[in-house]
């Protein structure tokens, strides 16, 4: 992957975080402790801060270095879960990516990273609502849809609407939960179309 695109990624999904910061704050503020937005948004920009040495380095490298970025920056649960997702996605990336066999595996990778770091699963109204899914399409397509991964990540936080949360502090919300989206999907679900952006050359 070319520097270029490596800083292209870094910008977009930085810029979304910025501007949805606030959105996530209040999602969280309903059912965890109100700091999801702080803590993204402070994760990416120390991410942004490093851009031009993370550029540099072979994709997979990059994803390691922006996770560990993540995890030493963030505090809260997202800075372990998203550093942990992409510190596995660049430790399972080839040198030299060539198919969307190779993102996929990487990505899945990081998927199972998360899950095992979370101790979680599908359906306990978590980021995984968004990861798997999207997970099971790269996974299941030759050449994804850039448009289909934009649905499959939507629908998988619109799911978590109507969940109850069983992990995290949301849990302690029991039936309370119920009725609002997921801060941690919401964010996954921002970066996955952030992503495609960059793909899409917007």
């Known amino acids: 992957m070319e520097p270029e695109t490596i800083k292209a990624l870094i910008s977009r999904t930085r810029e979304v975080i910025l501007a949805h910061a606030e959105e996530l704050t209040d999602l969280?503020?309903?059912?965890?402790?109100?700091?999801?937005?702080i803590?993204?948004?402070?994760?990416?920009?120390?991410?942004?801060a490093?851009?031009?040495?993370?550029?540099?380095?072979?994709?997979?490298?990059?994803?390691?270095?922006a996770g560990m970025?993540?995890?030493m920056s963030v505090g809260g649960a997202s800075g372990p879960l998203y550093g942990s997702l992409?510190?596995?996605?660049?430790?399972?990336?080839?040198?030299?990516?060539?198919?969307?066999?190779?993102?996929?595996?990487?990505?899945?990778?990081g998927v199972?990273?998360?899950?095992?770091?979370?101790?979680?699963?599908?359906?306990?109204?978590?980021?995984?609502?968004?990861?798997?899914?999207?997970a099971a399409l790269l996974s299941a397509a030759d050449t994804p849809d850039v448009e289909a991964v934009r649905a499959t990540a939507d629908q998988g936080l619109a799911s978590t609407k109507d969940m109850k949360a069983t992990k995290g502090r949301a849990s302690f919300l029991g039936e309370r939960?119920?009725?609002?989206?997921?801060?941690?999907?919401?964010?996954?679900?921002?970066l996955i179309h952030a992503v495609c952006d960059v793909i899409e050359g917007k």
């Open 28 to 37: 969280d503020q309903a059912i965890g402790d109100g700091d999801h937005g």
């Open 39 to 48: 803590n993204m948004k402070r994760g990416f920009d120390a991410i942004a």
């Open 50 to 65: 490093a851009a031009d040495t993370i550029a540099e380095l072979p994709c997979g490298k990059a994803l390691e270095k």
């Open 69 to 71: 970025t993540l995890v």
């Open 86 to 109: 992409l510190m596995a996605m660049g430790k399972a990336m080839p040198e030299a990516p060539g198919s969307p066999g190779d993102i996929a595996k990487a990505f899945q990778a």
């Open 112 to 134: 199972e990273a998360v899950m095992k770091r979370g101790k979680s699963e599908g359906g306990e109204k978590t980021m995984l609502e968004v990861l798997l899914p999207v």
């Open 177 to 190: 939960s119920i009725g609002h989206l997921d801060p941690g999907a919401r964010s996954s679900a921002l």
